[in-house]
């Protein structure tokens, strides 16, 4: 069996001694540096998480944004066009009006000069039959015939 002499203590005690020894010396600052390193990891990822949910808060409030202001660009576009296509129509009625009373005004104009060349043409045939009459007859048959016809071809 096992024989328990002072060789025995002493090795325990030089254990117990190695043991603190290199608790104090290496395992020690081992474990600070451990911790140190676990500490800093833990601070970056934390960090780095705040940083990601900024971001994307960041990102939603840009697409909000974007969304807004394509929103209002198509509102503005839309009113836009609705604001010209009415005034293209008013220009159309417009114009519409406007030839009406230029064609109009020429229908009146071109009335009055077929009235005049009516009239113009009932005359010279008057003459030109009054001549005509005098040169085949030899009389005025024509102006005693024509005396009670006005201008509108009425008797």
Do not use: W
Not at 10 to 39: C, G, H, T, W
Not at 44 to 58: G, P, R, V
């Amino acid at each position: 069996m096992f024989e328990f002499n002072a060789t025995f203590l002493i090795s325990m005690i030089s254990f117990a001694v190695f043991i603190l020894i290199m608790n104090r010396i290496f395992y020690k600052p081992i474990l600070d540096v451990i911790e140190k390193r676990q500490k800093l990891i833990n601070e970056n990822y934390q960090c780095a998480k705040n940083s990601h949910d900024t971001a994307e808060m960041l990102l939603k409030q840009k697409d909000e944004r974007l969304n807004d202001t394509l929103e209002k660009a198509r509102k503005i576009t839309q009113d836009k066009i609705s604001q010209a296509e009415k005034e293209v129509q008013t220009i159309l009625v417009g114009a519409k009006n406007a030839s009406k009373e230029r064609i109009e005004a020429s229908r009146a104009e071109l009335a009055k000069k077929e009235e005049q060349i009516r009239k113009d043409t009932d005359k010279n045939i008057k003459s030109l039959a009054g001549e005509i009459s005098k040169k085949l007859l030899g009389n005025d048959i024509f102006e005693e015939y024509f005396k009670d016809y006005n201008t509108d071809g009425k008797v």
